[in-house]
């Protein structure tokens, strides 16, 4: 039964990108095993908020288990699943029933200056061993790259993100004919309604991004989509991702999940579900580059597959805790 007995909670701006921040919490419990989580892009709030509840909630606390810690936060339950998982001596994917050893994974490219550059990015990535591609896409930036992309790869499994960036029918149905595997976050989100109506348009599948199984339920009963985009750092638990998981592969949908973002953690959460019987479409944790990682070992793909980590506890993945330090901004301690 873990006790915690003292935590320690980092807070980091990531260099690349935008220079977005992340969350990160290190569970320590009294026989010495450690677990950690991560949250991405946290809300304003939320480093105060566990400042002020985290140690009353957790240290000299007996749990059997990390659904019996009701903190709401998805970083302090990922830290403690792989805590609970490393005392137990089991990966963090068999513990929450996943199956797979390995997992295929798609790579997204960016847009980018003109057509022609995008397909010499798409061929490096084809030439390393990915069979597997996502675009991301944006209102004037659409069909002429897609386009491209096709005429060069016949054969290539192709899907677009369109960042919930589109408000009309139109440029997604007209990029329909270029024979995409799915049409990713295509309008904002809760929209189910016009979700709904560009599937009824297009071949291809469109996939939906949600925060909890309500707003699932509602894309499920207006058939709103056949692929779920499940990024399991936007749900507050492992629990409640492995929930949204099972309804929607018994509503028959294919499932791909996503989390490319952050130090490593969340990327490797994120490859532990990936591993559940229903997550039928490729993995996206391809981005961003693999040298901002504090894990090791890092948590990527090669050749275009993802090994699951299946012969370590936990998450599978250990932190370096000099490079860490030394990257954090603001920490505390209890």
């Known amino acids: 039964m ?68 009701p903190s709401g936060d998805s970083a302090v339950d990922m830290a403690c699943w792989d805590l609970w998982t490393r005392m137990r001596g089991v990966p963090l994917a068999e513990a929450i029933g996943g199956t797979r050893t390995s997992l295929m994974a798609t790579v997204r490219l960016a847009p980018d200056p003109s057509p022609e550059s995008l397909v010499s990015r798409v061929n490096q990535q ?65 929209d189910a309604y016009t979700h709904a109506a560009l599937q009824d348009r297009v071949a ?32 507050p638990s492992l629990t409640e991702a492995r929930r949204a998981h099972d309804r929607a592969a018994a509503a028959g949908w294919d499932i791909q999940c996503a989390g490319g973002q952050g130090a490593g953690l969340a990327r490797a959460a994120t490859v532990a579900v990936a591993s559940l019987p229903g997550c039928t479409l490729p993995c996206d944790v391809t981005q961003p580059p693999r040298q901002n990682q504090i894990v090791t070992p890092i948590v990527g793909a090669n050749a275009g597959v993802i090994a699951v980590p299946l012969t370590q506890s936990g998450l599978g993945h250990d932190v370096d805790d000099t490079r860490l330090r030394r990257m954090a901004k603001e920490s505390f301690h209890a």
């Open 204 to 235: 291809a599948s469109v996939a939906v991004e949600v925060a909890s199984t309500a707003e699932l339920d509602d894309y499920l009963t207006l058939r709103a989509g056949r692929v779920l985009l499940l990024r399991p750092t936007a749900f």
């Open 2 to 69: 873990p006790r915690v007995r003292e935590l320690e909670v980092f807070r980091l701006v990531l260099p690349y990108g935008k220079r977005s921040e992340t969350l990160l919490v290190k569970l320590t419990d009294h026989g010495g095993m450690t677990g950690w989580g991560e949250a991405i892009s946290p809300q304003p709030k939320t480093w105060s908020r566990l400042q002020e509840t985290l140690a009353a909630l957790l240290i000299g606390v007996d749990w059997e288990h990390p659904d019996a810690v």
């Open 126 to 190: 084809v030439c390393a061993g990915y069979g597997h591609v996502t675009l991301d896409i944006r209102p004037g930036w659409d069909v002429e790259p897609v386009r491209a992309v096709r005429q060069a790869y016949p054969a290539l499994t192709l899907a677009v993100d369109c960042g919930n960036a589109y408000t009309d029918l139109g440029q997604l149905v007209a990029l329909d004919s270029y024979g995409l595997e799915v049409i990713e976050r295509p309008f904002a989100a809760g």
